[in-house]
């Protein structure tokens, strides 16, 4: 006989992958994973009912959890990514291995609250502020560990090797500058040495990253991808965010970006590119030849004057595409994913570019697989038991047919609309409320806390 599972779940409607939902779905969990799924029976005694529709688990695969601070604080009046990046610079400075920790937390319990079971951390806040080591040369990226598992989603921690203030002309980079001296480890094989002393666990798993070709030299950005394919891990980068940014590169070492990271071993299964807004189509040849991935993140990407990516050129040769909140302009991969769609028909004059159960793919199986968890996204026997509920009676939502179930989510729900969000089969969010945080209440706390030691730092 079967063993008994440690809990079931019942779904009014769920999907399954195809492009309709299917109805009275059983779930039954055990040890943390799909142990059977059933379709079209009633909901059995002792289950736990989740009435709407009940999806994989959302991977937010790109975020820096600090810039949440700055939310509402740099949207208005003119600028550019170049003064954005000023103001992101003195919260940066702010930080502290306790602030973080709260602050990270906070944002994390925003995202489980959103559906995210899976965030993808790009982590450079790694030294005091004056470039010095903590005692503890992992406290920053600790604290962003401890922060993800009290908030109750999985991890992976992208740190990232960020070694210079810009590019020369020669190919080198510049020495970090005052603000960003907390960014750096010296050398590539610095970052490497650090990395090398940060583990996995059941939620976490550790990858890495170049921030960009702006501040990481060639042979480093060789000597990272080097440490990455020889430990399996994913590999993520800035790339073509910005138009100076691909005439720099250009400059430079006459290629792009993404054909210096061809260049210096990056690309495979496991890179992502994030952003590549600016992307050519030998970029897009390279990426596709790769079997790599590219991360959008259309709000920052809006919010940033940023532009619009290549999403269909992407789609047509096979690059998949993954989501990211970023900036956390907004937390909502619903939005993400529809913006992909929409900003598309902005660009293009053409509706119905990606379908839906791509851009929903794109928000699950594909972003876990780009940030080291291939088995998981999914709802199928075997795979982690990470699965969210999205109601479809709200105002956004009612009235929504099930055969219409899928789009009603992509293109009407927000994460207001989440009711329930299992990980690993516990109840993390259970009807719309987080089961151990305050959210609000930490978000406001934290966020106050941080722009108080910038204000005394100034």
Do not use: K
């Not at 600016?278 to 990407?301: F, K, Y």
């Amino acid at each position: 006989m079967p063993a008994t599972p440690d809990a079931v779940f019942h779904c009014e409607l769920a999907w399954l992958g195809g492009d309709e939902p299917a109805a009275g779905v059983r779930i039954d969990v055990r040890d943390g994973r799909v142990a059977a799924v059933e379709i079209g029976v009633a909901c059995p005694a002792g289950a736990v009912g989740l009435a709407g529709i009940t999806v994989p688990g959302l991977a937010n695969a790109h975020s820096h959890a600090f810039h949440r601070a700055m939310r509402s604080r740099t949207q208005v009046g003119q600028g550019t990514f170049w003064t954005w990046r000023d103001e992101m610079y003195r919260v940066a400075g702010a930080l502290d291995p306790d602030g973080y920790h709260r602050l990270a937390r906070a944002v994390f319990a925003e995202m489980v609250l959103a559906g995210v079971t899976c965030v993808g951390e790009f982590h450079y806040v790694h030294h005091h502020p004056d470039g010095t080591p903590y005692a503890d040369t992992n406290a920053m990226g600790a604290a962003v560990v401890a922060a993800a598992a009290e908030a109750g989603l999985r991890l992976t921690l992208l740190d990232t090797c960020y070694l210079g203030a810009g590019l020369e002309p020669d190919g080198s980079v510049l020495p970090p500058r005052p603000e960003q001296r907390r960014f750096s480890d010296g050398t590539a094989d610095a970052w490497a040495q650090r990395v090398d002393d940060l583990r996995d666990s059941a939620s976490v798993r550790v990858g890495a990253a170049v921030h960009s070709v702006r501040a990481v030299d060639a042979a480093s950005i060789t000597t990272v991808a080097a440490w990455a394919a020889e430990h399996e891990r994913p590999l993520h980068a800035h790339v073509s965010e910005q138009p100076a940014e691909n005439d720099q590169c250009l400059s430079a070492h006459g290629i792009s970006p993404i054909a210096l990271m061809e260049s210096c071993g990056a690309l495979s299964p496991s890179f992502s590119a994030v952003h590549a807004t600016h992307a050519d189509e030998i970029d897009i040849a390279l990426l596709s030849a790769a079997g790599a991935h590219v991360c959008m993140c259309p709000t920052t990407e809006r919010d940033l004057a940023d532009g619009i990516g290549p999403t269909d050129r992407f789609r047509h040769e096979g690059v998949a595409i993954t989501l990211g909140s970023d900036s956390h302009a907004v937390i909502d991969l619903f939005e993400e994913a529809r913006a992909v769609e929409l900003d598309e028909r902005l660009a293009t004059g053409v509706r119905g570019n990606h379908r839906v159960r791509e851009l929903m793919r794109a928000a699950t199986a594909d972003g876990h697989r780009s940030l080291g968890w291939p088995d998981a996204g999914r709802i199928e026997v075997g795979a982690p038991a990470d699965f969210v509920t999205v109601s479809l009676s709200t105002v956004r939502t009612a009235g929504t047919r099930a055969d219409h179930a899928l789009a009603a989510v992509v293109f009407a729900a927000t994460a207001s609309d989440v009711t329930d969000v299992v990980v690993a089969g516990e109840r993390v969010v259970r009807d719309g409320r987080h089961r151990s945080i305050d959210v609000v209440d930490e978000l406001d706390g934290s966020i106050r806390a941080l722009w108080r030691a910038v204000e005394a730092r100034a």
